[in-house]
Structure formats: C-alpha cells, structure tokens
C-alpha cells in the first residue's frame, strides 16, 4: 500500500469518504467467497454503501473491489487499470 501512496493514491477511513477501489488481499489462486468480503466490510451501513454505491455515493461512482493484483498491476503499469480481470466480486 506505500507504494500506492507514493503514486498519488489516498487512504480512506471508511467507505463513506469518496472510496473508489477496496482492495482485498489473498493468496494466490485463491477465491474469498463474496459474503465473507462484504462481512469484511463492517457493519450494515458499510455494507450497504458498497452494495449500493453506484446509487448511494456523490456522481454515482461505483466502489469496486479488487484482489491486491490489480494493485500491483497498475503500480507496475504506472497507470490505472481496467479492474474486471481482478474483481473480487464478479
């Protein structure tokens, strides 16, 4: 996550700040089933405004969750990435 910083990337407190990406990690190869991730998230508030973020947060963006892959793949990229290859929750 340093390294995030580094390239410009901001740390949230909760998903109630202008999130765009959660970023889950896992070992590789492995998949979290989806209601441990939104369990993950906090309580139902949270849970909700991810769920739902496309009509809950300002402008309507989406908070996408992505395996730590993409992460890693766009600091390499030095650039943003497409997410569907690394989202967590299909």
């Given at each position: ?58 402008g309507g963006v ?29």
């Amino acid at each position: 996550m340093l390294e995030a910083l580094y390239a410009g990337a901001t740390e949230a407190d909760n998903v109630f700040d202008r999130v765009t990406h959660i970023v889950v990690f896992h070992n590789d190869r492995q998949t979290i089933p989806e209601r441990n991730i939104i369990r993950s998230l906090g309580g139902q508030p949270e849970q909700d405004m991810v769920r739902f973020s496309n009509f809950l947060s300002p402008g309507g963006v989406k908070i996408n969750i992505v395996y730590h892959d993409w992460l890693d793949a766009c600091l390499k990229a030095k650039k943003v990435l497409p997410v569907q290859d690394y989202d967590a929750l299909p």
